[in-house]
T-cell receptor, first 111, second 114 residues
């Protein structure tokens, strides 16, 4: 089954720096999503990029998608302490209404 | 606007006891509903999926069951809990129609089986 795998598993950066997380998947997709999860909370949808899109922006977030490499990246610019969270990519599955989540990247913003 | 509620927020139950977790959605009709389990430091495992009242799909064989007695109510149950049922349980919904698959999550229930 197709599944996103995030890389790195954990990332610590200084506040103000940019954070980049990557996601690789195995089979073709219709869209790819990124979610954020603060510790002990539910997931929050950040952005969805469709297979015919290469780049998408939302505030300080920039997502790219390379379908030839079956990979996506999430860039958070000018990181803040509040960005400390786990970030998950999720890919659609077999054209139904289910999505498959990766194991996530734990991002820690150092003050 | 749509909101999703889960309760309880935390639960400690002994092995062999029953379980009932509830999830309700407000502000939308005919949602797709999902139950996920998240082990510590791990990704999400889809447990159950529902496209309508009494229409439940199970993703993995396990000690749990789900029911959807009303359009916006989704219940996760067990007759006898196992230690391995411990985890963080998340309910989510997505719009029934449309070409996107964005899901919206509840706050979760932390279950500890002792």
């Amino acid at each position: 089954s197709q599944q996103g795998e995030e890389d790195p598993q954990a990332l610590s950066i200084q506040e103000g720096e940019n954070a980049t997380m990557n996601c690789s998947y195995k089979t073709s997709i219709n869209n790819l999503q990124w979610y954020r999860q603060n510790s002990g909370r539910g997931l929050v949808h950040l952005i969805l990029i469709r297979s015919n899109e290469r780049e998408k922006h939302s505030g300080r977030l920039r997502v790219t998608l390379d379908t030839s490499k079956k990979s996506s990246s999430l860039l958070i610019t000018a990181s803040r302490a509040a960005d400390t969270a786990s970030y998950f990519c999720a890919t659609d599955r077999d054209r139904d209404d289910k999505i498959i989540f990766g194991k996530g990247t734990r991002l820690h913003i150092l003050p | 606007s749509q909101t999703i509620h889960q309760w309880p927020a935390t639960l400690v139950q002994p092995v062999g006891s029953p379980l009932s977790l509830e999830c309700t959605v407000e502000g939308t009709s005919n949602p797709n509903l999902y139950w996920y389990r998240q082990a510590a430091g791990r990704g999400l495992q889809l447990l159950f999926y529902s496209i309508g009242i009494d229409q439940i799909s199970s993703e993995v064989p396990q000690n749990l069951s789900a029911s959807r007695p009303q359009d916006r109510q989704f219940i996760l149950s067990s007759k006898k809990l196992l230690l391995s049922d411990s985890g963080f349980y998340l309910c989510a919904w997505s719009p029934r129609w449309g070409s996107s698959y964005e899901q919206y999550f509840g706050p979760g229930t932390r279950l500890t089986v002792t």
